[in-house]
């Protein structure tokens, strides 16, 4: 099958990131944007560009039948939805098909059974691939939800079956709890996903959350690039990744991404997708679930392996068998990812929009930034506050967090507050560097008084260094001519 124009139904810096494989090779482009993006890079990166609606992404990105038509009007022969907005809606995949565009993606029936929590652990129940233990079909009723609470034990974890991002998910330490937890779980997931149904599993008291990126082509071949490691987040989200994860051996490497390969044959996958796990204190893994798309965090695998993961996406969508197998696939290196969001890491990370009244980025070996924004942009408060992905690649880890953190220092960013100094706090923190930490990093180590304390020690020091240099230089001047 033949790519020659592909549509990207997504905006900002994933935009771009597609934009540059398809560049690369040979393939035109074509931008969507709402009417608060008519100025954004992504809109001037592309071949062609076309108004999609308003601001908000119910009135412009998430306007799947009128993207597909605008990809018919425009000939286009594919489309790759990015992460997020329409990445994951099956209905929307089952209309690029129907309309003869190749959708750069699983099948919709894929992205069907792995959207449901539940369907996709009735999918993968019969490949041994390990659960954590639990219920696997919805549930309402608080007895019966009680019975089950006993039988697994305390502390329990309600999650919505549609979930995603830490919504309709609550921990539930003792019995009498567990009505008002889940009344409210049941709530946000209606709210949230337009589903309420909810289910039961153990709560994991340590976890780390380690997901393994998979790639399968039509032609039965799958492989597994090697794990991320995502525990570091705030709000159930992740903020750093990095690959490979500092605590798995090559057995059980190899075990999870034998595992996760089951999981892709379950729903006869195609294309990019990572299969989530949760890691115990005692390197027990359980399978979570699988998004169906590409990751914000595939730059550190494709450091770590020297994989361009969208061209894959692209050649497996053309119909290509992958051009690699699985023994030649080897880890070199150390690969770190920050987030970088427009949120005030001192209120809670709360959104912080405004203006980038300074706007500029990092270079150098081993830095590579996914960026979306440029200086004198507003930053919209119609969509998820992400600015760029700042990542960097050294030959060890140690060697990969000092230039991670001299990268943070030169990315200048004036107008709003940032995820950048919370990064640096992580990337310089003891748990982080030894790699002795789990998903509840942020609450056993993080405070807004712990940065700022960091941010004046910083202060301190660079004071002292001026001063130190100042009676240097007057030591100079006061020196007698010769």
Known sequence: MSIKKILIANRGEIAIRVMKTAQKMGIKTVAIYSTIDRN???????????????????????????????????????????????????????????????????????????????????????????????????????????????????????????????KGMRVVEKESDLESQMKRAISEATSAFGDGSVFIEKYVASPRHIEIQVMADTHGNILHLFERECSIQRRHQKVVEEAPSSVLTPELRSKMGEAAVKVAQACNYVGAGTVEFLLDENHNFYFLEMNTRLQVEHPVTEFITGIDLVELQIRVARGEKLPIAQKDLKIKGHALELRVYAEDPLNDFLPSVGHLDTYILPEGKGIRVDNGFEEGMDIPIYYDPMLAKLITYGETREEAIQLMISAIDRYHVEGVETTLPFGKYVFEHEAFRSGDFDTHFVKDYYSPEALKGAKEQEAKIAAMIALKQYIEDQKILRLPIQ
Do not use: W
Request: charged residues 25%.
């Open 40 to 166: 954004a890079p992504h809109v001037r990166f592309a071949d062609e560009a076309v108004c999609i609606g308003d601001p908000p992404s119910n009135e412009s990105y998430l306007l799947g039948s009128k993207i597909i038509k605008v990809a018919i009007d425009l000939q286009v022969d594919a489309i790759h939805p990015g992460y997020g907005f329409l990445s994951e809606n099956a209905a929307f995949a089952e209309e690029v098909e129907q309309n003869n565009i190749i959708f750069i993606g699983p099948k919709s029936e894929a992205i069907k059974i792995m959207g449901s929590k539940l369907a996709a652990k009735d999918a993968v129940k019969d490949y041994g691939i390990p659960m954590v233990p639990g219920i696997d079909k919805a549930i309402t009723d608080i007895n019966k939800a009680k019975e089950i609470g006993k039988k697994i034990g305390f502390p329990i974890l309600i999650k919505a079956s549609a979930g995603g991002g830490g």
